[in-house]
Nanobody
């Protein structure tokens, strides 16, 4: 059974940083795409970033380019989202997800989801 467990969310002031983790278990993720999404109250779930597990190719939403970095540690079966220069508009519940590629932007294409972690950025 595949499980994705996010951690690392919290409250931070604008301009601050947080690192989210997504611990994956239940299978090897070679060939998978690990994505990060976020959902603010009353809004749709939006793509944030993704990484192709095997090759470490990365993809970002325009709104986070240059501020967020996605990575993975194969030995720990964990994906990360380093978030710098946070803004109040980054406030949302952040989810990690996995799919067997090749897409990365559409949440409907993902097979597995974590429970989400709240990120709140105060102004």
């Amino acid at each position: 059974q595949v499980q994705l467990v996010e951690s690392g969310g919290g409250l931070v002031q604008a301009g601050g940083s947080l690192r989210l983790s997504c611990a994956a278990s239940g299978r090897t993720f070679s060939g998978y795409v690990m994505g990060w999404f976020r959902q603010a109250p009353g809004k749709e779930r939006d793509f944030v970033a993704a990484i192709i597990w095997s090759y470490a190719n990365t993809y970002y939403a325009d709104s986070v380019k240059g501020r967020f970095t996605v990575s993975r540690d194969g030995a720990k079966n964990t994906a990360y989202l380093q978030m710098n220069s946070l803004k109040p508009e980054d406030t949302a519940v952040y989810y990690c997800a996995a799919n067997y590629g090749p897409t990365w932007e559409l949440p409907t294409m993902y097979d597995y989801w974590g429970q989400g972690t709240q990120v709140t950025v105060s102004s």
